[in-house]
Structures are given as C-alpha cells and as structure tokens.
Nanobody, 126 residues
C-alpha cells in the first residue's frame, strides 16, 4: 500500500493556471504508475492523466490534452499536474492514484483502482 497526499488546489479564474502535487509515502514510489482523476459535483470520477513509473509513458484524457501536463520526480516521491488555460468545466475535486501499472489507470473504471489520496478542490471562476 502507498499513502497519497494531494495539495495545490484552489480558486482560479478561467484561463489561469494551477499546479497540483501528490506526495507518496514509502520507498516504493518509483515502482508505481501514477494517475490523476477528477470528480465534479453530481458526476462520476473521471480519468485525467497518467504517467508510468519511469515517466516514459504518458496518457491524457482528450478534454485536457494540450492544457495539462503530468510529470513526476521520483527523488521526491511526488507527481505533479500542471494545469494551464483552465476552463469552468475543469472545476472538480482532483484525486491522485497509484497502481503497479499504467494500464489499469488508463483503462479501468476508477472503482477498480486501489490507492487514492483524499483529493484537492479546484474551482475555476469566470
């Protein structure tokens, strides 16, 4: 198991930027692929972005391609989500996820995934 703690959320105007961070506990961080999901009020949790343990494989949801960038620093046990050109529809609670492979992060329903942080609220205003 791995414990995850997200931070960096907040209130931002449309068109602005935020950077989310997720710090993982333990010495096995670099064996995990990492993902970001989000859940807007009244909606299902949805995939946003994922990165393999080495950082060589990265996937994005179509809705954020070209605007969001996922990255990781294995020396700091941290994964980041840089969010630029934010839109009103990006408003959600953002969750960090860790799995042993990037494949389930990208392909499976979120209910099938195991390791989650507590979430951080991102609110985009007009």
């Amino acid at each position: 198991q791995v414990q995850l703690v997200e931070s960096g959320g907040g209130l931002v105007q449309a068109g602005g930027s935020l950077r989310l961070s997720c710090v993982a506990s333990g010495r096995t961080f670099m064996t995990y692929a990492m993902g970001w999901f989000r859940q807007a009020p009244g909606k299902e949790r949805e995939f946003v972005a994922a990165i393999s343990w080495s950082g060589t494989t990265i996937e994005y949801a179509d809705s954020v391609k070209g605007r969001f960038t996922i990255s990781r620093d294995n020396s700091k046990n941290t994964v980041y989500l840089q969010m630029d050109s934010l839109k009103l529809e990006d408003t959600a609670v953002y969750y960090c996820n860790a799995e042993k492979s990037i494949i389930p992060i990208v392909t499976k329903e979120w209910t099938s995934l195991q390791n989650w942080g507590q979430g951080t609220q991102v609110t985009v205003s007009s």
